[in-house]
């Protein structure tokens, strides 16, 4: 079992910026991947952005260049700073981690959200 603990979020202005952070804890042999989903009203939840464990990342167009995913391996923390935020950006982000367990089989978790509110 994994849990997610996320933090971060709230409301900000329009090119405002904020950080979340979510630290993963349990029993598994390792995270193969971590990072954040969104999901705004009435909409299916999408990609925000992923890092694997040797750090490569994967970002939704929509954040290129204003979003940065980072992890801290040693300590099962995964980050992301947004910035130059926009109204479109509002959702609830959710933490997501990939993880290979004591019997290598391989689950995905989530965390269990967080409010960000962007203002215009």
């Known amino acids: 079992q994994v849990q997610l603990v996320e933090s971060g979020g709230g409301l900000v202005q329009t090119g405002g910026s904020l950080s979340l952070s979510c630290a993963a804890s349990?029993?598994?042999?390792?995270?193969?991947?971590m990072g954040w989903y969104r999901q705004a009203p009435g909409k299916q939840r999408d990609l925000v952005a992923t890092i694997t464990s040797g750090s490569i990342t994967n970002y939704a167009d929509s954040v290129k260049g204003r979003f940065t995913v980072s992890r801290d391996n040693a300590k099962d923390i995964v980050y992301l700073q947004m910035n130059s935020l926009k109204p479109e950006d509002t959702a609830v982000y959710y933490c997501y981690v990939l993880v290979e367990t004591r019997w290598r089989t391989v689950i995905n978790y989530w965390g269990r959200g967080t409010q960000v509110t962007v203002s215009s």
């Open positions: 349990g029993t598994f042999n390792s995270i193969n991947a």
